[in-house]
């Protein structure tokens, strides 16, 4: 496995050169994973699949849809890629390389596990100040205009909101400098953990129902669709956040409700039986 990944990656810095990978690479491989892993959740609602793991009964209109794909597109094009284009120079500052041997998977995983941790902690606070009242109503509130999120929506934010959560994705990798492979693997991972979290459907295979502390789609959803002064969820990944603050106590107290009416049910009918 080794071997087939640094002879690919030796394909690429011999046929590229760094700019090149860092900045469009970078950009074709959030626009691939991003998209081929948000579509789905489209087609999925339109056409009824899996309603019975759907979180909500209410659906996006296809004109909604193409709203958000046309706006994603302006905004990765408009906003995305110049970012990453000027951010080059800090990372390569920092120490950023894309040079053999790759690094292990020891500091991969540790790398990537440090991220998890810094941007929880960044994103949670810069989240939580976005539901002031004047910073949700000029700035957060595009971002809600999905009530019922798909997938898709994960991105769907105004460009200062792109900016300064974005902010708490990329500063974990500007502190330590990390190998190219390792940027895009976080990118890759966090991307699918985002489009995950907001893709409307909670299935029997989904993360939140192994990964401790795990937000999931379950989590978010509630988030979407209370008052935006009272919905509060507003960790990114893990939860402990929203745990430590009692940020999470409305939707602890639903998914307690829930979990008594389902045992209600089920007990009523063990008795009719």
């Not at 209410?58 to 905004?75: D, F, M, S, V």
């Not at 292990?104 to 991220?115: A, G």
């Not at 991307?191 to 129902?209: D, K, R």
Request: glycine fraction near 6%; hydrophobic fraction near 40%; aromatic fraction near 18%.
């Amino acid at each position: 496995m080794a071997s087939i990944l640094e002879s690919a990656w030796q394909y690429l810095i011999t046929h590229f050169s760094d700019f090149q990978l860092a900045c469009l690479g970078s950009f074709f491989l959030h626009e691939s994973v991003f998209f081929l892993s948000g579509l789905p959740f489209i087609y999925l609602e339109r056409l009824g699949y899996l309603s019975k793991y759907k979180i909500q009964t209410k659906n996006n209109t296809p004109a909604a849809q193409n709203k958000c794909i046309t706006r994603l597109l302006l905004y990765h094009f408009g906003v995305n890629l110049p970012v990453m284009i000027f951010s080059y120079p800090v990372f390569r500052y920092m120490g950023m390389q894309s040079s053999l041997p790759l690094p292990s998977w020891k500091v991969i995983l540790t790398q990537i596990l440090f991220y998890f941790i810094l941007e929880d902690f960044v994103f949670y606070w810069g989240h939580r100040i976005l539901h002031t009242k004047w910073l949700y109503k000029h700035v957060h509130s595009i971002h809600h205009e999905y009530a019922t999120p798909f997938g898709l929506t994960s991105e769907y934010a105004h460009p200062a909101e792109i900016l300064f959560l974005g902010f708490a994705t990329i500063l974990g990798p500007a502190i330590t400098g990390p190998h190219l492979f390792t940027l895009w693997l976080w990118m890759v991972v966090r991307v699918l953990e985002t489009v995950e979290a907001h893709c409307g459907y909670h299935f029997p295979f989904s993360l939140s129902n192994f990964i401790p502390l795990y937000g999931g789609a379950n989590f978010h959803d509630y988030h979407h669709r209370v008052l935006y002064t009272k919905s509060g969820n507003y960790s990114s990944t893990f939860v402990y956040m929203d745990w430590i603050f009692g940020t999470d106590k409305g939707y602890r107290k639903l998914q307690a409700l829930k979990r008594y009416e389902a045992e209600a049910s089920n007990n009523q009918t063990s008795r009719e039986k």
